[in-house]
C-alpha cells in the first residue's frame, strides 16, 4: 500500500506570496497516478492538477504541478485570496485502489 | 453540463445499514472511461475514498472497508447505489459522490456532487 505523506500541515503566506505543497509517496509511483484537489470551507473538492503535472479544465496557470518518483510538488506561484483553502493530493494503486495524502492547509499570514 | 446529487438519510442508528443514492447527469456509465466513485469527510478531516463502479460494471472497494460496502448502478435511471453495513459514530462523514474518469491518467474525480452529512448515533 502506498501512503502518502503531505507536508507542511498548515502554510501561512500572504496574497501574492509563492506556495509550494509537497506530497511524498511511501514508494515509487508512476507520475500518471498522481492527482492534486482543492477544498475550501463547506465545499467539495475540487480537481486541480492530474498526472503530476496537468492542469484540469479551467484551473488557471498559476497553479502548476511537478514531481516524479516518489516527491511531488504542488505550486502556487502567486496566492490570490480565493487559494486560501486546504490541498489534497491522490494517488491510484493496485491495492488499494485509491487514497489520499492528509492535506495542506494554505492559510492567510 | 456534468451533475450530481446524492441523497439519503442524514441520521442512522449503530448497527444499521446505510443507503446512499447518487443521482447524475450529463455523461453517461456506459461510455468507456466513466466511473462513478464514493468519497468520505469526517468532519474536519481528510478525504476517504470508499468505492468506485466503472462503465463496464467493475467494483473496486477500499481495502479496509470492503466488506461492509457495496456499489451498484442502474444505468437506466442514472443512479449509484453505495450501501455500507454494520454502521458506526465513526462513520459519521460527509458522503460524496464523483464522476471519476479513469483514461490514460488514473482514475480521477473531475465533477463533485455537494456531499451529504451523514450522523451514526442512537
Known amino acids: 500500500e502506498i501512503v502518502l505523506t503531505q507536508s507542511p500541515g498548515t502554510l501561512s503566506l500572504s496574497p501574492g506570496e509563492r506556495a509550494t505543497l509537497s506530497c511524498r509517496a511511501s514508494?515509487?509511483?508512476?507520475?500518471?497516478?498522481l492527482h492534486w484537489y482543492q477544498q475550501k470551507p463547506g465545499q467539495a473538492p475540487r480537481l486541480l492538477i492530474y498526472g503530476a503535472s496537468r492542469r484540469a479544465n479551467g484551473i488557471p496557470d498559476r497553479f502548476s504541478g511537478s514531481g516524479s518518483g516518489t516527491d511531488f510538488t504542488l505550486t502556487i506561484s502567486s496566492l490570490e485570496p480565493e487559494d486560501f483553502a486546504v490541498y489534497y493530493c491522490?494517488?491510484?494503486?493496485?491495492?488499494?485502489?485509491?487514497?489520499f495524502g492528509q492535506g495542506t492547509k494554505v492559510e492567510i499570514k | 453540463q456534468v451533475t450530481l446529487r446524492e441523497s439519503g438519510p442524514a441520521l442512522v442508528k449503530p448497527t444499521q445499514t446505510l443507503t446512499l443514492t447518487c443521482n447524475f447527469s450529463?455523461?453517461?456509465?456506459?461510455?468507456?472511461?466513466?466511473?462513478v466513485s464514493w468519497i468520505r469527510q469526517p468532519p474536519g478531516k481528510a478525504l476517504e475514498w470508499l468505492a468506485r463502479i466503472d462503465w463496464d460494471d467493475d467494483k473496486y472497494y477500499s481495502t479496509s472497508l470492503r466488506t461492509r460496502l457495496t456499489i451498484s448502478r442502474d444505468t437506466s435511471k442514472n443512479q449509484v447505489v453505495l450501501t455500507m453495513t454494520n454502521m458506526d459514530p465513526a462513520d459519521t462523514a460527509t458522503y460524496y459522490c464523483?464522476?471519476?474518469?479513469?483514461?490514460?491518467?488514473?482514475?480521477?474525480?473531475?465533477?463533485w456532487g455537494q456531499g451529504t452529512l451523514v450522523t451514526v448515533s442512537s
Open positions: 491522490q494517488q491510484y494503486g493496485s491495492s488499494p485502489p485509491q487514497t
Open positions: 464523483a464522476r471519476t474518469i479513469y483514461d490514460d491518467y488514473a482514475p480521477r474525480h473531475d465533477y
Open positions: 514508494q515509487t509511483m508512476s507520475s500518471r497516478y
Open positions: 450529463g455523461f453517461s456509465l456506459t461510455t468507456r472511461a466513466m466511473c
